[in-house]
C-alpha cells in the first residue's frame, strides 16, 4: 500500500464524508455545503452560512429534507421562535437536508440608485455624441 510518487503525481485527500452534509442556500452570506455536526439545527446552519443577508427573511426559512427528486418542505415557524422563543421551532437537521433562506422582497434601493446613474450616465453621453 505504500506506493511510490512520480514527478506530476497529485494525492486527493477527501477532507470528510460528502455524506454527512447539510446545504444553506438562498439570501445568506456564505451559501454552500457544510458538515453536519451533531445535534445541528436551523439556527446553527444559517449561522455557519455567515447569517442572513440583507435581503434574506430568516423568518420565513424553509427546511428542505428527503428525496432530492421530491424533497418535503418543511416550514420552520421562526416567527414564533423569534416572538416567543420556542426554541423547539429550530428544528435538528439530518443528512442531506436543504435549509433555505427566502428573500424579503424588500424594495432595494441600491438597484434603484444603480439604474438612475446608468440613465443620467448614458444621457450625458449622448448629449456629447456618443
Not at 427528486?69 to 423547539?88: C, H, I, Q, W, Y
Not at 424588500?106 to 455624441?129: A, C, E, P
Request: glycine share 8%.
Amino acid at each position: 500500500q505504500n506506493i511510490v510518487l512520480a514527478n506530476g503525481d497529485v494525492i486527493y485527500i477527501p477532507h470528510e464524508d460528502y455524506n454527512n452534509k447539510i446545504y444553506v442556500l438562498g439570501q445568506v452570506n456564505r451559501p454552500g455545503q457544510y458538515s453536519l455536526k451533531d445535534k445541528t439545527t436551523i439556527l446553527a446552519a444559517i449561522s455557519l452560512a455567515g447569517g442572513a443577508n440583507d435581503r434574506g427573511d430568516i423568518r420565513q426559512t424553509v427546511l428542505m429534507r428527503g428525496d432530492p427528486a421530491k424533497p418535503e418542505r418543511v416550514k420552520a415557524n421562526f416567527r414564533k421562535l423569534f416572538d416567543t422563543g420556542d426554541m423547539s421551532q429550530d428544528l435538528a437537521l439530518r443528512p442531506g437536508d436543504i435549509v433555505v433562506v427566502p428573500d424579503s422582497k424588500k424594495f432595494d434601493w441600491n438597484k434603484v440608485s444603480q439604474i438612475i446613474s446608468t440613465i443620467v450616465n448614458v444621457t450625458y453621453l449622448r448629449r456629447l455624441g456618443w
